[in-house]
């Protein structure tokens, strides 16, 4: 990579990392560009350069996050111990994701109207749905889960685990919203056993 293509990635990570602050504690409707020129240091041109409108930057701040996400729970499910059912750990840390504040305002409150529902789906397959495969087809060698196609049931489980996120995130409580989905996750995981 050139100093100058180094530099032009070095600004466009520092505007994202400005706007996500601020979209995490102000919410999208509550940021403005020159918000996040001004947190970033930088000018409206720097932004402009590197981004469409607020929305495609508001798109790189969401896909960031979901990167990350999956990356955290990724690294959650390998590191399960003994009899730890990946499925079940990786489900357990979206559902703490998903009380985290910015995770909370971004991808689930912010994301599906700033981006269209079909536009967050997409992301959220290009992100999580490979994980959720991944997990599925390493239950299924193991004798776990019975021998299926696992894309259509990764699938379900993403649909079952985003509809988990819309209750968590519109709840008045998200915290006890978490712990009273779990229950009805894990029957659903139980019951695509072998």
Known sequence: MSIREERAEATRT???DAAAGLFAEHGYAGVGTEDVVRAAGLTRGALYHHFADKRALFE???ERQEEQLVAAIGRRMAEARGDADPLVVGMRAFLDACTEPALLRIALLDAPTVLGWRRWREIDEQYGLGLIMAALEAAMA???LRRQDPRPLAHLVLAALGEAAQLIAHADD???ARTEV???LL???SGLGA
Do not use: K, M, R
Request: net charge negative; hydrophobic share 50%; glycine share 6%.
């Open 174 to 176: 998200p915290a006890h």
């Open 14 to 16: 520092q505007l994202i």
């Open 182 to 184: 779990e229950p009805a």
């Open 187 to 189: 029957s659903l995981l």
């Open 142 to 144: 193991s004798g776990a």
């Open 60 to 62: 790189a701040v969401h």
